[in-house]
Every structure is written in structure tokens, then in C-alpha cells.
Nanobody, 118 residues
Framework: VQLQASGGGLVQAGDSLRLSCVAS????????MGWFRQAPGKERELVAR????????YYSDSVKGRFTISRDNAENTGYLQMNSLKPEDTAVYYC????????????WGRGTLVTVSS
């Protein structure tokens, strides 16, 4: 499975961005997708996760109510809609996917940089 993330950019505080993650290869085995981010000098953190079996979601407290994870099965694409962006959202964002419900994500895409100016 290969993942390709895109959609990052430079925006101002309060703006919105939508990140995309296109999956290719044996995607039929995937059952969950996650979006992570890593800010300079900080550890990578999980910001959103979706189980494809029931579309259940998880959001970190820092993004809850502002970010939305979704997917388009027909396009094998996952999305992260980010609204009301804040400077502290500045980070490299990564998408990840897995064939299992738990454990470290198996597949990772290259990051896409999101920069939010104040």
C-alpha cells in the first residue's frame, strides 16, 4: 500500500485547508486511517483517526470541533478538513493507514507542510 498526502500550504489564522491522502495498492485490506502531525521540536501526534468499518472517529482535544476526517471509497482517498486554523496547527501532517484496528500504523505517506500565520 502506498499513501500520497497533499494539500498543505501557507494560510492565515482562521482560514481552512483540506488535506488529501490517496491510497494505492492493496487498499481493500485497510480498515483504519489516521492523520498525524509533527511540529518543529515536538513529537508526532495523532490528530484524527477513522475506522472504515463503521466510520467511527477520534479527534485529539486540540483539533476537536475544527477538524473533520472523512473518506471517499470510490477514490480510495481520505481527507482531513481543517477549519479555524491556528498558528499552533503549524506542522508537517502525515496520513497513515493499517489493516489492523490497533497497533502502530503500518503504512505512512510523506508529510505535507501546513503553515498558519498569525
Amino acid at each position: 500500500v502506498q499513501l500520497q498526502a497533499s494539500g498543505g500550504g501557507l494560510v492565515q489564522a482562521g482560514d481552512s485547508l483540506r488535506l488529501s491522502c490517496v491510497a494505492s495498492g492493496r487498499t481493500f485490506r485497510l480498515i483504519r486511517m489516521g492523520w498525524f502531525r509533527q511540529a518543529p521540536g515536538k513529537e508526532r501526534e495523532l490528530v484524527a483517526r477513522m475506522y472504515w468499518s463503521d466510520d467511527s472517529t477520534y479527534y485529539s482535544d486540540s483539533v476537536k470541533g475544527r477538524f473533520t476526517i472523512s473518506r471517499d471509497n470510490a477514490e480510495n482517498t481520505g481527507y482531513l478538513q481543517m477549519n479555524s486554523l491556528k498558528p499552533e496547527d503549524t506542522a508537517v501532517y502525515y496520513c497513515a493507514a493499517d489493516r489492523r484496528r490497533v497497533g502502530v500504523f503500518e503504512y505512512w505517506g510523506r508529510g505535507t507542510l501546513v503553515t498558519v500565520s498569525s
